[in-house]
């Protein structure tokens, strides 16, 4: 009888061993290690400016991880690893008795060799069945891989917190550093990581993160890895704690979004988020900086022009205490830095003094009445006691430590920056909107908007290649068109509603006059060009009537920018390109993008709009660009509600777009054009990006020639003419005549301005 329950105690042992060791993984798949990885974009430098990840982990080979990096793990998590064979039970007594001791799970038994087994070879789940299957993989990887093979696969599987898995992905999230740069102090902090990333996270809890910290030191101590004297210098070592914001690549977050899209759409999910892509663009870091930095300004002046909205909201005084309480522990906390904008709340009325006080996070301000005029509104009677607003830092008394407060607010106007290389069509940089975080829809591509008179250029080469020239002449008087489908009589105005009579080809698109423009269409034909545009790259529809002279069409800001190229590109049209080439995680090529240019204009026709172009910053609209200093081309464009301001400009190297307008499509306000709302912005990125180029001249073709003409009459100017200017025509164009050759009195044709009651 005895034998028989002692065969059947055995036969359910076995049977229960049989079912719990059933199906249990393989673990030669360790060998061909192929965890998921982050996809990184680059920069046309070599910077990363972007990461796509699920598990952020970038897999570093065993010689590039330091030693003493693998000696603080091995002492915090797992101190005879080199001794045992995948299951340490002295180790399970000794942390058992901890625990015990502390009323409380102090520290763990599970080995490294245990942790890689659950983390690649088990699920997560906590019970008697999983332990019993992960002590038999355990012990069946190390006779299968070596030490050094196992502590590769924990120190790039590991998650360390904030989305870092691998001790590369925290070295970089943490400190900013590669993994082979560590010092004793922070391979000290990282180590302390694994009981509790949340826990001990330097980010969140710095003072915890440095108790474990002195604990991983002490364990190296203990093992013999270290001399007291060492983790003594280590504690006293200032570790530099990466910011929140440094550790987010976001160098350029529209680009960057834009490059996400099209990658999905092309290669999946998958391979995106799990298999390491490694993306080059022709973005340029320094480019992208000055256009993030030149369409915030631009913004926040335009913003401040039409006056100051009023607070963000209003506390209570015993509300105070609470609301900068929640502030610290958010997102939204800024640093107190000089130069940054914070949330303040106004501490009390002024008073006879002609300032606020202002309470700030950790600190206080004063905001002086001067710093607030833009606000078009009584300083007494904007702010008061409670009002939270936002701030300027401008500088701090370092007697006081009170800082030096500028008022400021959030814009509610939008704007788009896209910078092109004339030569390659590279897209060097592209700004979607004032702040990423607010608004992700990306306005240099995904928006379509009329572009009013910067549609101008493209109508204007048309007609060159029609037979007109610089000087050909256009009555510039009142006109009516009867729209039968609108059931509608039209009366085009120019922007001043002033009608100028005899007027040069030049001077219309020099001064952006639309009745002649108008006219020109007229003549040359709508059809003509709407098939021109398409030839310059235009793609959006284009309305088949007489508003397409005036811009009426709506267009995305890449595509005027492209089309616009063409000239100082002497007449090809270049693809735009956002991604030069794609490595898989092997490194193979899998996909490459180089400048592909098509003629699609005539040169001698780029040039001629070229220097047209360049008149329009010298005589007229374009008239901010002259601060460059260098030769510069480009064209407003404002539409007739000025909802939309826009100016495209280009250099012999660049071209670039900027468009600004709100998302609801309301006027931006009085006297807003794209002279005055748009070309700033542009101004200030040219300014920025050009600064260390040499000026260069647009080059000449050889079938153009210069002639010094009557700016009024367009024929050949005299010698002591003050109005003479210099012009380019198609060979065989030129004038050949004065105005006193052709007919007595013929200049008196130009000296009087039509009269607009003539309507």
């Known amino acids: ?24 993984p393989e673990i030669y798949s360790l060998k061909d290690y192929r965890p998921d990885i982050v996809s990184t974009v680059y920069a046309d430098d070599g910077t990363p400016v972007a990461e796509f990840f699920r598990e ?26 080199f001794q045992h064979e995948g299951l340490d039970y002295i180790g399970i007594l000794r942390a058992m008795y901890k625990n015990v001791m502390a009323a409380g799970i102090v520290q763990g038994g599970s080995t490294i060799t245990q942790q890689v087994t659950k983390s690649l070879l088990l699920t997560p789940e906590r019970s008697i069945t999983r332990k019993i299957r992960e002590a038999i993989l355990a012990y069946r990887i190390e006779k299968y891989l070596s030490k050094d093979e196992i502590l590769y696969l924990y120190l790039n599987q590991i998650y360390l917190g904030h989305s870092a898995y691998g001790v590369e992905a925290a070295a970089q999230t943490y400190f900013g550093k590669h993994v082979q740069d560590l010092t004793l102090a922070e391979c000290a902090m990282l180590a302390g990581l694994p009981q509790a990333p949340s826990r001990y996270s330097p980010h969140k809890n710095p003072e915890r993160a440095r108790e474990r910290q002195m604990y991983v030191l002490n364990r190296m101590v203990d093992a013999g890895y270290i001399t007291a004297q060492q983790a003594k210098q280590a504690l006293a070592t200032p570790v530099k704690i990466k910011g929140e914001a440094e550790k ?40 992208q900086q000055a256009a993030q930095k030149a369409i915030r300004k631009g913004l926040q002046d335009l913003d401040k022009r039409q006056g100051y909205r009023g607070p963000l909201s209003h506390l209570d005084p015993k509300d105070i205490d609470t609301y900068f309480r929640n502030l610290k522990e958010s997102e939204e906390l800024e640093p107190l830095t000089e130069g940054a904008i914070v949330k303040g709340v106004i501490a009390a009325a002024p008073g006879g003094e002609k300032r606020f006080r202002v309470r700030l996070n950790g600190g206080s301000g004063v905001l002086p009445f001067e710093n607030m005029t833009w606000a078009h509104r009584e300083p007494v009677n904007l702010l008061k006691g409670g009002d939270v607003i936002l701030v300027r830092l401008q500088g701090r008394d370092p007697k006081t430590g009170d800082w030096k407060l500028a008022l400021e607010q959030e814009p509610e106007v939008q704007g788009a920056l896209l910078c092109l290389e004339n030569a390659t069509g590279y897209v060097k940089a592209m700004v979607g909107g004032y702040d990423f975080t607010t608004s992700q829809f990306n306005r240099a591509v995904q928006a379509r908007r009329q572009p009013g008179s910067a549609f101008k250029p493209i109508i204007y080469a048309a007609a060159l290649d029609k037979g007109y020239t610089p000087a050909t002449i256009i009555i510039d008087s009142p006109v009516i068109y009867n729209d039968e ?27 952006s006059r639309n009745v002649v423009t108008i006219k020109i269409v007229t003549d040359i034909g709508v059809d003509y060009v709407i098939d021109y545009a398409h030839r310059l790259g235009i793609g959006s529809p284009l309305s088949r009537d007489l508003s397409l002279a005036l811009g009426s069409s709506a267009l995305s800001l890449l595509e005027l920018t492209r089309a616009m190229s063409v000239f100082p590109d002497q007449g090809d049209l270049v693809e735009p390109i956002f991604v030069t080439k794609v490595l898989d995680r092997e490194g193979r090529l899998i996909e490459e993008h180089k400048p592909q240019r098509e003629k699609v204009m005539e040169s001698d026709t780029a040039f001629v709009m070229t220097h047209l172009l360049q008149e329009v910053v010298q005589y007229g609209t ?17 539409t007739n509600d000025q909802k939309d301001a826009w ?14 307008g709100f998302d609801t499509e309301r006027e931006l306000g009085p006297q807003e054009t794209g002279a005055r709302a748009a070309s700033p912005i542009w101004v200030d990125f040219a300014g920025e990006v050009l600064k260390g180029e040499t000026a260069q001249s647009f080059p ?14 367009g024929l050949l100017a005299r010698p002591d003419d003050a109005s003479a200017v210099f012009e380019v025509f198609k060979e065989g164009t030129a004038p050949t005549k004065r105005a ?15 009269d607009p009651e003539a309507m």
């Open 622 to 638: 374009g008239w901010r660009a002259r601060a460059l200093g260098r030769p510069v081309g480009g064209k407003t464009g404002t």
């Open 248 to 287: 987010t690549i976001g160098k350029a977050p529209y680009f960057a979004e834009h490059i996400r899209r099209y990658l999905e759409e092309k290669y999946g999910e998958e391979m995106l988020y799990h298999q390491g892509l490694q993306v080059y663009t022709p973005v340029n870091v320094a480019f």
């Open 56 to 81: 952020r982990r970038i897999v570093v080979p065993t010689e590039r991880i330091p030693n003493l990096l693998v000696q603080a793990f091995v002492a915090a998590e797992d101190s005879r690893f």
């Open 485 to 511: 489908q609108a059931d509608r009589i039209w009366k085009p105005k120019n922007y001043k509603e002033t009608f100028y009579g005899p007027t040069l080809l030049r001077t219309a698109l020099i001064l």
């Open 700 to 713: 000449a073709p050889d079938k153009v020639v210069f002639a010094k003409i009557n700016a009024r009459t």
């Open 1 to 24: 009888m005895g034998l028989i329950l002692i065969l059947g105690v055995l036969l359910a042992a076995g049977t229960g061993f049989y079912l719990v060791t059933r199906d249990l």
């Open 647 to 660: 100016f495209v400009g280009f250099t012999p190297t660049v071209t670039a777009g900027v468009w600004v």
């Open 740 to 754: 006193d050759e052709v007919s007595p009195g013929f200049e008196e044709f130009f000296k009087t301005d039509v």
